[in-house]
């Protein structure tokens, strides 16, 4: 009787992949108003 | 008796009686569309510094009618053509209560025209938010009441359809998820013409001096509940209309339909918090409430979003993977029906919607941020990203599905509205960017003149706005070019489009 395969599979990698992107832009934008906030508009 | 054809194309069985209610939505939404279209047009030629084209009073009265077609009128006549879509043909069952379709329809129509009507003499120059002490006519008022009494009446039947249809056995256990995301729309659209009826019914009478005052910040406060929350009915209609895009299309189905089905629960419970977005500068509530509602309930409503966001993609790459395009990552997103308007407008209004739209909806709604954007041509663009460049390109997409499966007619044209949904995109997203970045350096929201000529004292932006509007009025335009090409492709294929045989 063949071993059974119990790994996880991802159904829909690519969607995935642009999930992290999607979070990397979001974190990106995100920091960019920090430091607008900070460098722009003198917020301490 | 109910009579139901079986559609040739998608293989829908459609109420025929339900489905003349569905038509006529459409076109009155086309037609609102159309009409705040070209306001639209006419508002972003003003706001470009360079160019300026109307007087002052024209500037306010087109901005306030702007809104109310392209942002009210047009969504909610397409939503409700859409809960008589999902009745009809998701669901498979008779309208049990035809007349009252009817009623909510002539209503709409009534208060639409009447608010049209009077904006454009002059009657109403209180803005969209028609703040008190601010006193429009009273005429407006009842028009906006008119217009969300029928609203409100289309969603209830669509309520009644569902609680009928399940007694005679037109579903099983549960909605479909396209109608179940339009159940969840219509409960939050009660929620928010609820808030409508409580502020502006008493405003009606103080306009008409039958109440003696109305209290600013009851008001303020009360408006948003209908004002914000309408955008919230968008945002699960827009879902809705992504799930049901992606079935249609290519087969898609959700990969976990239970996670879908409590993301919509989640849009019910917590959405309508949203609506302190606009309070969130306001000195009357405590910055406890504020960020109660705004840093930790808004997220459950964005946690629902993300799943949505992640959900219909993942449902799209399962079916195309399922199709035969395994290849490497993409494949599946390079051999998608691209040259399909239907599915293009679906694609560009979920990319849009979640970069554009979404992203800066969290950021600008945080009380630390909204402090230097609130009442910029920021928030201008973020709401541009999510009701024109989410909502708009979303039913775009879907009204090429119902032009062939409810008014059965073929897409005239075919070459240009396979550009079309990119043209309007394209356009959405520089005018969006465009009004954020001046934004950010301080240009408000809604002003006429930010040259600030005449005024006491002198203020001079940052040169780089000059670039970011310019930026915005190209976008306009080419917003506008495929909304024309949208409305012009719609009726023409709607009128002159080559009969689908059944």
């Known amino acids: ?44 | 008796m109910a009579i139901f054809r079986t559609d040739a194309l998608s293989g829908l069985k459609i109420d025929k009686a339900t489905e003349n209610l569905v038509r006529w939505n459409v076109i009155a939404a086309l037609a609102t569309l159309a009409v705040g279209g070209l306001l639209g047009l006419l508002v972003v030629l003003t706001r470009w510094p360079s160019v300026h084209l109307l007087p002052l009073d024209y500037y306010y009265r087109f901005l306030t009618l702007h809104g109310i077609d392209a942002l009210l009128a047009w969504i909610i006549f397409f939503e409700i053509a859409l809960v008589h879509f999902t009745s009809a043909a998701l669901l498979g069952t008779r309208s049990y209560v035809p007349w009252l379709g009817w009623l909510a329809f002539a209503l709409m129509l009534a208060g639409g025209a009447v608010i049209n009507v009077i904006v454009l003499m002059g009657g109403a120059d209180v803005m969209f938010t028609s703040y008190v002490p601010l006193k429009g006519d009273p005429l407006y008022y009842l028009g906006v009441i008119l217009f969300a009494v029928g609203a409100l009446l289309g969603f209830i039947v669509f309520f009644i359809n569902i609680l009928l249809s399940k007694r005679d056995g037109g579903y099983k256990r549960t909605l479909p998820l396209g109608a179940f995301g339009m159940l969840a729309a219509s409960i939050i659209a009660v929620l928010t013409l609820g808030h409508g009826a409580a502020i502006m019914i008493p405003t009606w009478l103080w306009s008409m001096d039958l109440i003696g005052t109305i209290d600013p910040a009851a008001y303020r406060l009360v408006f948003w509940g209908l004002g914000h929350s309408s955008q919230q009915i968008n945002v699960s209609a827009m879902v809705a209309v992504w799930y049901m895009s992606s079935a249609f299309i290519i087969g898609g189905k959700p990969v976990n339909e239970k996670l879908s089905r409590t993301a919509f629960v989640l849009y019910i419970l917590f959405i309508n918090v949203a609506s302190e977005h606009h309070l969130l500068v306001d000195p009357v509530f405590s910055t406890w409430h504020k960020i109660v509602n705004t840093s930790y309930m808004m997220h459950l409503a964005v946690l629902a979003s993300m799943i949505h966001a992640f959900a219909i993609p993942a449902s799209i790459e399962v079916a195309l993977r399922k199709q035969g395009h395994t290849r490497g990552l993409f494949e599946w997103l390079k051999k998608a029906p691209w040259g399909n308007p239907a599915f293009s407008g679906m694609a560009i209004s979920i990319l849009l919607f979640g970069f554009l739209g979404g992203i800066t909806g969290v950021i600008f709604g945080t009380e630390q941020f909204n402090i230097i954007r609130h009442n910029t041509i920021a928030i201008t663009g973020h709401f541009h990203g999510t009701v024109v460049a989410g909502t708009t390109i979303a039913f775009m997409g879907f009204t090429y599905l119902l032009i062939q499966y409810v008014f059965r007619r073929e897409i005239i044209w075919k070459g240009f509205a396979t550009i079309q949904p990119w043209i309007y995109g394209v356009g959405v997203a520089l005018l969006s960017i465009g009004m954020m970045s001046a934004g950010s350096f301080g240009v408000p929201r809604r002003h006429y003149d930010i040259t600030f000529s005449g005024a006491p004292f002198s203020f001079t932006f940052d040169p780089s706005i000059d670039l970011f509007l310019s930026m915005m009025g190209v976008g306009g335009v080419l917003a506008v070019t495929g909304g024309v090409l949208y409305i012009v492709l719609s009726f023409g294929s709607i009128i002159w489009g080559k009969k689908i045989e059944q």
């Not at chain 1, 996880?8 to 642009?18: K, M, N, Q, T, Y």
């Open chain 1, 1 to 44: 009787m063949p071993q059974q395969d119990h790994r996880d599979i991802i159904e829909a990698p690519g969607v995935f992949v642009l999930a992290l992107i999607f979070l990397a832009v979001f974190i990106v934008i995100w920091f960019a108003h920090l430091k607008w906030l900070m460098d722009v508009w003198g917020v301490q």
